[in-house]
Nanobody
Framework: QVQLVESGGGLVQAGASLRLVCTTS????????MAWFRQAPGKEREFVAH????????EYADSVKSRFTISRDNFRNLVYLQMYSLKPEDTAVYYC?????????????????WGQGTQVTVSS
């Protein structure tokens, strides 16, 4: 089993940067693909970024490509989401997710474990 705890969210102005951290525990982290999703008020949870087990392969939603970077530290069991040039439309609760068995990277159902989320608010 994997436990996930997100941190690093906050209130920032448009154009600022933030780094989210997903702290994980459990023996399966090193064999789990990881991802970040986000959910804005009144909207469905949407895919943001994915990283494979080794950290060599990443995928991003078109809306964040070139602005966000996902990475992982398999020694410290951490996953990061570095966010640059934040926009008001990036405002959402951001969730870390772990996938043991794979599946489509952009689909919520592909992930077996979820954190409780961290709020990111970007003011204009």
């Amino acid at each position: 089993q994997v436990q996930l705890v997100e941190s690093g969210g906050g209130l920032v102005q448009a154009g600022a940067s933030l780094r989210l951290v997903c702290t994980t525990s459990g023996r399966t982290f090193s064999t789990s693909a990881m991802a970040w999703f986000r959910q804005a008020p009144g909207k469905e949870r949407e895919f943001v970024a994915h990283i494979d087990v080794s950290g060599d392969s990443t995928e991003y939603a078109d809306s964040v490509k070139s602005r966000f970077t996902i990475s992982r530290d398999n020694f410290r069991n951490l996953v990061y989401l570095q966010m640059y040039s934040l926009k008001p439309e990036d405002t959402a609760v951001y969730y870390c997710a772990a996938s043991k068995f794979g599946g489509h990277v952009g689909v919520v159902a592909s992930y077996d474990y979820w954190g409780q989320g961290t709020q990111v608010t970007v003011s204009s």
